[in-house]
């Protein structure tokens, strides 16, 4: 019954309900209570809402449940006599209101029960008190090794940071523990390795070094060591930040952006269409929400099988994203077709637009370069420069691959962890990994296609789409051959002697030209 009428019967038993030692005002206010913590109930129930949302709820209505149970027990006083038909209705609409509250109370507590036993979080205890607030331990040591502050997820589960703070205590998780015991000594010699390798390396980028190799130093400490290593150059490395067009997406996976990389292509000559010169690209995705690089690789061909393949091993890592957004190039050409045949047509899985318009993985491309591989685009050119390297020669192109493509792809993968790990000053100083766990615990009830995959299993096995191929084989695949057609014993006598290379070895320069020697006499022969 709609609450306006229970207000008229309510009129109608005043006299009654002052003989039973109730005032009109008193049921008319519960009743209205008991209405609105219904509904609210109902709607937290509908939006999936948190756990912490519906122990709330679970609260209110065993109140309410009481509260009516109460009332009714008083209004049961009246002598039989003296119940009017008026007051006899009201105590049905109670009683029924009292199903209701009683029924949606039970589908409240099967759902905490639900989410509970999906976290595998530990059983409430009755204390005879205030239940204590429900924190996932595994999460919260999660968030812990990847350096979240306890007051950011403290904020995200809905409790006070002095709960989180005590909470993270219990299972032994310090704050002064998660630092590591480096001497200054030490920090600096890890310093001066990480800028031997990235000379253009600053605070941000050293610290995700470091994270990388699992060293955790205050940001204070890792200023004051690049000033002693780094000297002068360091301070005047900080460029006046460039104000931008905010960027934001819904949550972790929601879109990855997905690019080509031509920088280590040069300036190329085309012949029939193919880029003849060093003939290198580099496929990468990066998380919108996140900024975390999802896959980073290089290739000697930027076909749309070397992008599936790469776009694959980075769902691998991180799960399916719901949607990619890339450019109109033919390499996008097979991930688009897949990701719309497994989000469906009505979906926007796969979204195209200028590449300049990309914004995330246009950014992200601004750090590869400085911090990875401009370095390898200096060596090439002084290779051309000494006249060891013929952009036109098939074998010379072939050995370059050959030697350089893992030593690319190493680079690669150190530049990944290390920008995935880096904090970023927009983000209140939390790092992509960070931002992507937070994330996904901040939309856990969400619904959203990728959240909802990350804590419940992907739709399809993303190792049964993967060829299972040998690192050589890969290699030979990835390498340019242009119309070499190389024999078995070259390939043997290639990986005995040029291969494994080792970057303290010097810039691989005598391996490239070893390379070439070994290709030329299987050849003349």
């Not at 756990?51 to 049961?76: G, N, Y």
């Not at 390898?376 to 192109?397: A, H, M, P, R, Y």
């Not at 049964?464 to 242009?482: A, K, S, V």
Request: proline share 4%.
């Amino acid at each position: 019954m709609k609450l306006l009428q229970i207000i008229v019967i309510i009129a109608a038993a005043r006299l009654f309900l002052y003989v039973a030692g109730v005032t009109p005002g008193e049921v008319s206010d519960l009743l209205y209570n008991a209405q609105t913590v219904w509904r609210e109930a109902r709607d937290v129930l509908d939006s999936a809402s948190s756990i912490q949302a519906m122990t709330e709820q679970e609260q209110e209505l065993q109140r309410i449940v009481s509260d009516i149970r109460v009332m009714r027990a008083r209004l049961q006083r009246i002598p039989g006599p003296e119940q009017t038909p008026s007051l006899h209705e009201l105590m049905i609409e109670m009683r029924q209101l009292e199903q209701n509250i009683g029924t949606t109370l039970e589908e409240c507590r099967l759902q905490i029960d639900a989410a509970t036993q999906q976290r595998n979080l530990p059983a409430q205890e009755n204390t005879g008190g205030r239940p204590r607030f429900v924190i996932d331990p595994v999460s919260m040591t999660e968030s812990f090794h990847a350096g979240v502050a306890f007051n950011v997820q403290a904020r995200i589960q809905g409790v006070s940071e002095s709960t989180m703070y005590r909470r993270r205590r219990e299972h032994g998780l310090v704050q002064g523990n998660r630092y590591s015991n480096i001497s200054d000594a030490d920090l600096d010699l890890e310093m001066a390795r990480i800028l031997e390798g990235d000379p253009n390396c600053g605070r941000s980028m050293a610290v995700g070094a470091l994270r990388r190799e699992r060293i955790n130093v205050q940001r204070r400490r890792v200023s004051e060591s690049l000033r002693r290593v780094g000297g002068p150059r360091v301070e005047a490395r900080f460029p006046i930040p460039v104000r931008r067009q905010r960027y934001r997406a819904v949550c972790p996976g929601w879109v990855w952006h997905i690019d080509s990389y031509h920088k280590l292509n040069g300036h190329p000559r085309r012949d029939n269409r193919h880029a003849v010169r060093w003939g290198i690209s580099v496929q990468g995705a990066v998380d919108g929400y996140s900024k975390t690089c999802t896959f980073l690789m290089a290739a000697g061909c930027n076909t749309a099988d070397q992008m599936k393949r790469c776009f694959l091993l980075g769902v691998r890592e991180y799960g399916f994203p719901s949607r990619i957004r890339t450019d109109g190039g033919s390499e996008n050409v097979e991930i688009g077709r897949f990701m719309v045949e497994l989000r469906g047509a009505r979906h926007n899985a796969h979204f195209t637009g200028s590449s300049v318009h990309n914004v995330p993985i246009e950014r992200y491309w601004g750090i590869v370069g400085p911090h990875c591989t401009n370095r390898f685009k200096l060596l090439f050119q002084q290779f051309e420069e000494e006249g060891i390297l013929d952009t036109l020669s098939d074998v010379d192109i072939f050995a370059l691959h050959f030697v350089y493509l893992p030593i690319i792809n190493a680079a690669l993968e150190e530049c990944r962890q290390t920008t995935n790990n880096r904090p970023i000053r927009t983000a209140g100083n939390m790092s992509p990994n960070q931002m992507r766990i937070t994330g996904y615990e901040l939309y856990r009830n969400s619904g959203y296609t990728s959240v909802h995959e990350h804590f419940n299993g992907p739709p399809i096995d993303v190792e049964t789409l993967i060829e299972n191929e040998g690192e050589e084989d890969y290699l030979m695949r990835i390498c340019r051959h242009g119309e070499l057609e190389i024999q078995q014993e070259c390939i043997d006598a290639l990986f005995r002697e040029v291969l494994p290379f080792e970057p303290q070895n010097g810039n691989g320069r005598d391996k490239f030209l070893l390379a070439k020697i070994i290709i030329l006499h299987y050849e003349d022969n």
